[in-house]
């Protein structure tokens, strides 16, 4: 069964711009401290590096803000990373590979950038994958803290929205949305082509009429 090895994290949220490292060990797993100590905000990383593209689920305004201190005065680069290592000693996870690293970098312009093994890949790809290994983000259902009662005060439209997030139906939606734009481009696509061809049609004709 895939899981989690290590997380890597730097410049996110709560977590400045020096590398946080969290291990972790296969089976339950228990993580304590204080209130505002950034436990939640592990859970958040990992949604993150997984592909996670609502900045509300990860419990913030904006991808931007997911830039430790993005506001401030530091001076270099402002970005965050996120580095997951999976144990795929089982292969569910398509990489001939024990261990599979992925990586997210977002830049201050909400910019991202994915890598599996250091290799540069985009996200659908990455969703893609650990789907395939029931470990992508329809599978990690997971309720923030302070959400029940969030709920409790939410609008109904509010109360769909999350429930769909808890689910993983919003991840379905977003599915959807891609196949019908890819389907809408081969259309055009095929229109163009279909038109192209009816001049092509019309000048072979009219030379066939002058020979």
């Known amino acids: 069964m895939v899981h989690i090895k290590k997380v890597d994290i730097f410049g996110f949220k709560s977590f400045g711009f020096k ?3 969290v291990n972790f060990e296969p089976g339950l797993v228990s993580i304590s401290g204080p209130n505002g100590s950034g436990k939640s905000n592990i859970l958040d990383a990992i949604m993150f590096a997984m592909g996670e593209n609502k900045a509300r689920v990860m419990r913030a305004p904006n991808l931007r ?3 430790h201190d993005i506001e401030g005065n530091r001076h270099g680069p402002k970005l965050t990373r996120v580095k997951i ?12 590979s024990d261990s599979v690293i992925l990586t997210r970098e977002m830049n201050d312009k909400g910019e991202s950038t994915y890598y599996l093994d250091s290799k540069k890949i ?15 983000l ?3 259902n997971s309720v923030q803290q302070g959400t029940v009662t969030r709920i409790s005060e939410f609008t109904n439209e509010e109360k769909r929205k999350t429930i769909e997030d808890i689910v993983g139906l919003s991840y379905f939606d977003e599915k959807k949305e891609e196949s019908i734009k890819q389907l ?7 229109e163009v082509a279909l038109a192209r061809m009816g001049e ?5 004709d009219e030379l066939e009429v002058e020979r």
């Open 19 to 21: 590398t946080t490292s």
């Open 65 to 67: 803000e997911l830039i």
């Open 85 to 96: 290592q999976f144990d795929n000693s089982d292969r569910k996870i398509p990489v001939n």
């Open 122 to 136: 985009n996200r659908n790809r990455i969703l893609d994958l650990f789907e395939m290994a029931n470990a992508g």
């Open 138 to 140: 329809n599978q990690l």
């Open 184 to 190: 809408t481009e081969a259309d055009q696509r095929l």
């Open 200 to 204: 092509v049609k019309k000048q072979i």
